[in-house]
């Protein structure tokens, strides 16, 4: 049997691997369990990669390797969108996993068949042959979408299946874009050894048995001449194959020994481009729910709060995004698959109230921990933000509010200075932290924060 170990993860992928080496850093025994993924390319956005350096995870982002220009052709018109870094899943997790060993961490690879609770606490993994593999005082729940559903699902989008096939061609630069068609939208990635990638992104219902995917997903590329141009000349590498893609909000995602993370806990619509940054940044999250659990079961409540409404949040956020995406293709909208992402998530359902622009106390992390704490709020960060550069914004406002004056604080360095004397901090991080204030709306210029909305 494995070691009996501070924390015991399930699932190797950039959520679990990211949470093990920031628990081993801080001196926590860790195990992860880890099963091989099947093949699937995915596109990386900038932001990954940060999050990955931050994690120390080095081999992934070397195998990251460089971004690529990503196209769309969305509504009938063709945009350079931005660059995406091109991994394929299969490598870029065996370099995960390779980090989390150079950590510390112990890397199991096996299957998870089943979990048991100790009599006196703790927690063991078996296989299907109920051989024990691990056993930890913590588990973590990082089985991506494969993690056993909690019986509480919180909201769910329209079920959708990606179908995706390899193919190979002749070599071209490394490329990638996002095209929509009549009943879905397609992803295409060329790698510059000349492997191509063709994914479509369809509604469940529409999806045959696994025997017939090959030529459902042959039909539908013939409808994209996006498609039919990116993979000229290349002949398919094995046959079709389907992952769920449905957009699932799960509850129940803590306990006093344990926590689901990353995919485990929310899944998004792959057309966000986010799901691999948002599994990193749970991890972070992660860390901070497990280190103030080990303070005593009576964090457990203020936790529960932190990573709920995280999830909550960042699940609806990514929804709504992605209908506004949906809504922008026109040619389509009466379509069933258009037609049902354009009006999910319904605003008058129970999804949380808009965000607005003011100020809330919230559970957020402050060197590791969950604390309850005052942070301003905006539409577009419904997180909320406690600090920029160091300065607590919150309390920066109220004394503002207390002080009305005319002048500009932001531009003014002499202003900064007034105020960073005031509240103890260098004029640097001070006038970064007012220029961020006035930059979002909570001070106009030449004027004070009195008057100021409050969430
Ligand atoms: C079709 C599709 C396309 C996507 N495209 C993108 C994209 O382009 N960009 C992007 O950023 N995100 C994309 N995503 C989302 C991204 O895949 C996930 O959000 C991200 O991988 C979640 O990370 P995770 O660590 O939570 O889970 P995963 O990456 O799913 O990792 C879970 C790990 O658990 C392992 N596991 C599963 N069952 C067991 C078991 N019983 N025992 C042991 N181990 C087990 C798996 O093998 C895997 O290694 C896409 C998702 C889908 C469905």
Not at 45 to 61: E, F, H, N
Not at 114 to 119: A, K, V
Not at 385 to 401: Q, S, W
Request: with cysteine; proline share 7%; glycine share 10%.
């Amino acid at each position: 049997m494995g070691a009996n170990t501070d924390a015991m993860i399930l699932g190797a992928g950039p959520a679990g691997v990211a949470l093990a080496r920031l628990l081993a850093a801080r001196g926590w025994s860790v195990a992860v369990v880890a099963a091989r993924r099947a093949d699937a390319w995915e596109g990386l956005s900038p932001r990954v990669i940060v999050g990955l350096q931050r994690a120390g995870c080095t081999a992934a982002v070397g195998v990251a390797g460089d971004a690529a220009p990503r196209r769309a052709g969305w509504n009938g018109r063709i945009s350079a969108l931005n660059h995406e870094h091109l991994v394929d899943r299969a490598r870029f997790d065996a370099a995960l996993w390779q980090d989390a060993r150079a950590a510390g961490v112990r890397v199991i690879e096996a299957t998870v068949a089943t979990l048991r609770r100790g009599e006196r606490g703790g927690w063991t993994a078996f296989d299907a042959h109920d051989t024990p593999l691990a056993s930890a005082g913590v588990l973590v729940e990082a089985r991506g979408r494969r993690a056993p559903a909690t019986g509480l699902t919180d909201a769910c989008g329209p079920r959708t299946v990606a179908v995706a096939r390899v193919f190979r061609g002749p070599p071209v630069p490394a490329a990638s874009a996002a095209v929509s068609f009549a009943d879905g939208w397609a992803w295409m990635a060329a790698a510059p050894d000349g492997r191509r990638l063709a994914q479509i992104v369809v509604d469940a219902g529409s999806v045959p048995p696994r025997h017939r995917l090959s030529a459902f997903h042959a039909t539908q590329l013939l409808r994209v001449p996006e498609a039919v141009e990116w993979l000229a000349y290349c002949a398919p590498e094995g046959e079709a194959s389907a992952r769920d893609a449905t957009a699932v909000l799960r509850g129940g995602l803590v306990g006093a020994d344990w926590l689901r993370v990353g995919d485990a806990a929310f899944t998004s619509d792959p057309l966000s481009g986010h799901g691999v940054h948002s599994a990193v940044g749970s991890a972070f999250a992660a860390l901070a729910a497990l280190t103030t659990l080990r303070d005593g079961p009576e964090a457990l409540p203020l936790v529960r709060r932190f990573v709920e409404e995280r999830s909550a949040e960042l699940f609806h956020h990514a929804a709504a995004v992605g209908r506004a995406f949906y809504r922008m293709e026109e040619r389509w909208a009466d379509r069933p698959f258009w037609a049902h992402r354009s009006a999910w998530p319904d605003d008058s359902a129970d999804a949380p109230a808009p965000v607005v622009h003011g100020r809330r106390v919230q559970p957020v992390v402050v060197d590791d921990r969950v604390v309850e704490r005052e942070v301003l709020v905006t539409p577009r960060l419904p997180r909320g933000v406690l600090t920029i550069e160091g300065v607590e914004l919150a309390p920066l406002l109220r004394l503002l509010a207390d002080h009305p004056s005319p002048t500009d604080f932001a531009a003014s360095d002499d202003t900064a200075s007034a105020v960073a004397r005031r509240v103890g901090q260098p004029p640097a991080p001070v006038g970064a932290a007012l220029l961020w204030l006035r930059q979002n709306g909570f001070l106009q210029d030449g004027v004070s924060g009195g008057g100021l909305p409050t969430g």
